[in-house]
């Protein structure tokens, strides 16, 4: 099956750093999304892509759609301690209701 | 408040056992889903329901049955649960046709001894 490669695994930072992950595909998507799940919880979607280069923000996250449909990226300006998490990105390749291909995560750990 | 709701959230069964992992959601959407996450592994695809009445294998199906006993409800079963079968199980919904803006329950952490 398609498979993401996510990284970094974790991010040990420190309060008011700001953050970058990315996820990349060997094959082509046409839909990028960023989810974010906190300890107890189920993920919960922050950000979806739906256009090669496309570049969406919600707050203080920017996340984008790479030109080669192959990867895409999230940033996160000025962390702050609630940021902590797990940041999972997710992507499909067709149409349908077939569900989403996950990353294996990236773990944001914030040092006061 | 609306939302996935799954029960139980945890459960410890014996090699051998079964047991049926329920899903409910109440935001009228058509599409369900059942994830297995594994430490180090992300989500996984076990089952999905696009509609009512229709059900399909995705990425990791062996070892598990499941219902779509309505437009509410997915349900997950092991009949036969294996220690492999230890995970967090999340099930999901959307609206048909943006599979992609999944609504997540809170998950079972199951335990097989």
């Known amino acids: 099956g398609q498979q993401l490669n996510q990284s970094p695994q974790s991010m040990f930072i420190q309060e008011g750093e700001d953050v970058s992950m990315n996820c990349t595909s060997s094959?082509?998507?046409?839909?990028w999304l960023w989810y974010k799940q906190e300890p107890g919880e189920g993920p919960v979607l922050l950000i979806a892509?739906?256009?090669?280069?496309e570049l969406t923000s919600n707050g203080r996250l920017t996340a984008q759609f790479g030109i080669t449909r192959k990867d895409s990226f999230l940033n996160i300006s000025a962390s702050i301690p609630s940021d902590v998490g797990i940041y999972f990105c997710?992507?499909?390749?067709?149409?349908?209701?077939?569900?989403?291909?996950f990353g294996k995560g990236t773990h944001l750990i914030i040092q006061p | 408040n609306a939302g996935v709701t799954q029960t139980p959230k945890f459960q410890v069964l014996k090699t051998g056992q079964s047991m049926t992992l329920q899903c409910a959601q109440d935001?009228?959407?058509?599409?369900m889903y059942w994830y297995r996450q594994d430490p180090g592994m992300g989500l996984r695809l076990i089952y999905y329901?696009?509609?009512?009445?229709?059900?399909d294998k995705g990425e990791v199906p062996n070892g598990y049955n499941v219902s779509r006993l309505n437009k509410r409800e997915f349900s997950l079963r092991l009949e036969s649960a294996a220690p492999s079968q230890t995970s967090v199980y999340f099930c999901?919904?959307?609206?048909?046709?943006?599979?992609?803006?999944?609504?997540f329950g809170s998950g079972t952490q199951l335990s097989v001894l």
């Open positions: 892509l739906y256009k090669a280069g």
């Open positions: 997710a992507g499909r390749s067709g149409g349908g209701a077939d569900g989403l291909t």
């Open positions: 094959s082509i998507f046409n839909t």
């Open positions: 999901a919904s959307s609206r048909q046709g943006v599979s992609e803006k999944l609504l």
């Open positions: 329901s696009a509609s009512e009445g229709t059900t």
């Open positions: 935001m009228n959407h058509n599409s």
